[in-house]
T-cell receptor, first 113, second 116 residues
Framework: DTEVTQTPKHLVMGMTNKKSLKCEQH?????MYWYKQKAKKPPELMFV???????INESVPSRFSPECPNSSLLNLHLHALQPEDSALYLC????????????FGPGTRLTVT | AQKVTQAQTEISVVEKEDVTLDCVYE???????LFWYKQPPSGELVFLIR??????QNEISGRYSWNFQKSTSSFNFTITASQVVDSAVYFC?????????????FGKGTRLHILP
């Protein structure tokens, strides 16, 4: 099973809302990632979790709050977002092994109004 | 400095034609990894291939083939007898073993249109 699932597929939220994005994988991977992708751009890394601990935060604003409750789940909590945060949010996972390929979920298309 | 260059922003070919997507990378590491990903309109990035710096063998998988040349720092991707379903954005990417963060560095992508 090489599947990473993400919910919801689409999300529209106001600037005062609080919402969460969810990601799940059952490949036994112990590294999980959040990326943000704007239209016609490559994915930009936001956070990396390794063995359920946050290992990389790419200077992401605090209105984005990641959480890794267990080795299969990854959440991204959203609060007080700005319209410029509208993007495709991609989750990925991989083995914790140098240079291993990452497997991506289908993404959540987020619109902030 | 940009480490992965995909000079072709957009390519259009007619179905059944062969097409090559170029990727040039830059690294000082002797150990590194190269990847190709496909992103169809649905949005999901699909892993296609991983190559480490010590393995210069070319690879063929069905209609897809990859040419890795360390001498020119290139890792090009060829689709033979293209099909409409090959229409997507293709990203070349690099991971450097010496990078503490083990991040994947993506190129800007090549948007491929296969015309029926």
């Amino acid at each position: 099973d090489t599947e990473v699932t993400q919910t919801p597929k689409h999300l529209v939220m106001g600037m005062t809302n609080k919402k969460s994005l969810k990601c799940e994988q059952h490949m036994g991977h112990r590294a999980m990632y959040w990326y943000k992708q704007k239209a016609k751009k490559p994915p930009e890394l936001m956070f990396v979790y390794s063995y359920e601990k946050l290992s990389i935060n790419e200077s992401v604003p605090s209105r984005f709050s990641p959480e890794c409750p267990n080795s299969s789940l990854l959440n991204l909590h959203l609060h007080a977002l700005q319209p410029e945060d509208s993007a495709l949010y991609l989750c990925a996972s991989s083995h914790v092994r140098r240079g291993d390929e990452q497997y991506f979920g289908p993404g959540t298309r987020l619109t902030v109004t | 400095a940009q480490k992965v260059t995909q000079a072709q922003t957009e390519i259009s070919v007619v179905e059944k034609e062969d097409v090559t997507l170029d990727c040039v990378y830059e690294t000082r590491d002797t150990t590194y990894y190269l990847f190709w990903y496909k992103q169809p309109p649905s949005g999901e990035l699909v892993f296609l291939i991983r190559r480490n710096s010590f393995d210069e063998q070319n690879e063929i998988s069905g209609r897809y083939s990859w040419n890795f040349q360390k001498s020119t720092s290139s890792f090009n991707f060829t689709i033979t007898a293209s099909q409409v379903v090959d229409s997507a954005v293709y990203f070349c990417a690099l991971s450097e073993a010496g990078n503490r963060d083990d991040k994947i560095i993506f190129g800007k992508g090549t948007r491929l249109h296969i015309l029926p």
